[in-house]
Nanobody, 116 residues
Framework: QVQLVESGGGLVQPGGSLRLSCAAS????????MGWYRQAPGKEREFVAR???????NYVDSVKGRFTISRDNTKDTVYLQMNSLKPEDTAVYYC??????????WGKGTLVTVSS
């Protein structure tokens, strides 16, 4: 069973920054993709960003140029650097990993609130 532990959420003012972290209890070399999704109140969960084993990245259009996903293979951790945050970025952010075996795992989520 793979465990994912997210951290770094919190309250930030519009225009501010936060960095989310997701530590995986499995060698990152077993991971095909690591990503972040979010779910705002009253809305469905949506894709935010993904990084592959080859370090290629994908982002939802609404965060391009503001968010950056990265991974540290030595720490089995993926990060989401979020800059120029907007109130519409408020959501619970979930870490997701997809293994080469096809198994898919989710973290419990970390709350990001963007408000003045």
């Amino acid at each position: 069973q793979v465990q994912l532990v997210e951290s770094g959420g919190g309250l930030v003012q519009p225009g501010g920054s936060l960095r989310l972290s997701c530590a995986a209890s499995i060698s990152i070399f077993s991971v095909y993709t690591m990503g972040w999704y979010r779910q705002a109140p009253g809305k469905e969960r949506e894709f935010v960003a993904r990084i592959s084993s080859g370090a290629s990245t994908n982002y939802v259009d609404s965060v391009k140029g503001r968010f950056t996903i990265s991974r540290d293979n030595t720490k089995d951790t993926v990060y989401l650097q979020m800059n120029s945050l907007k109130p519409e970025d408020t959501a619970v952010y979930y870490c997701n990993v997809n293994l080469f075996s096809g198994m898919d795992y989710w973290g419990k989520g970390t709350l990001v609130t963007v408000s003045s």
